[in-house]
């Protein structure tokens, strides 16, 4: 009599192999999505905060009064007070913070508010008041 020598995996046992990754790929993917949200709002306030500092910055240049607020998004006249060289002094702002998609902010004349607009969520945030 001729002994069987197996060789290879059976149709049954790469179907459980790929059910398990299918289940492993469904509670990871959820999870990444999530980080980058967060990376994405954390890297959005922290350049807002650095915003705050510099008005801060202002206030103290020019006998604590803040830059004026105007426009659509309140953040016109910030910045052509942020960025205009104001007599010996240096611009306080190079540039406007650059936001990941779905953020916006104002500036109202006392208060940076961050905004995110997404098909998952409505965030608002402030910085860190006066």
């Known amino acids: 009599m001729k002994k ?5 995996f059976t149709l049954i046992e790469i179907l ?3 059910v398990i990754l299918g289940i492993l790929a469904a509670i990871v ?3 990444i999505a999530s980080s980058a949200q967060d990376a994405a709002f954390t890297m959005a306030r922290s350049q807002l905060v ?3 500092g510099q008005v801060e910055m ?3 240049r020019h006998s604590g009064v803040v830059p004026p607020a105007s426009g659509p998004e309140g953040t016109d006249e910030l910045f052509v007070a942020m960025t205009s060289v104001d007599g010996s002094w ?3 702002l190079q540039r406007e913070p650059i936001l ?3 953020f916006t902010w104002n500036w109202d004349g006392s208060k940076l508010t961050l ?3 997404g098909t998952d969520a409505t965030v608002v945030a402030d910085a860190p008041t006066w």
């Not at 069987?4 to 290879?8: A, E, H, S």
């Open 90 to 92: 240096a611009p306080l």
């Open 115 to 117: 905004d995110y607009q």
């Open 50 to 52: 650095a915003v705050r």
């Open 58 to 60: 202002y206030k103290l």
């Open 16 to 18: 459980i192999v790929v």
């Open 100 to 102: 990941p998609m779905g």
């Open 29 to 31: 993917v959820p999870n």
């Open 4 to 8: 069987l020598v197996r060789r290879g």
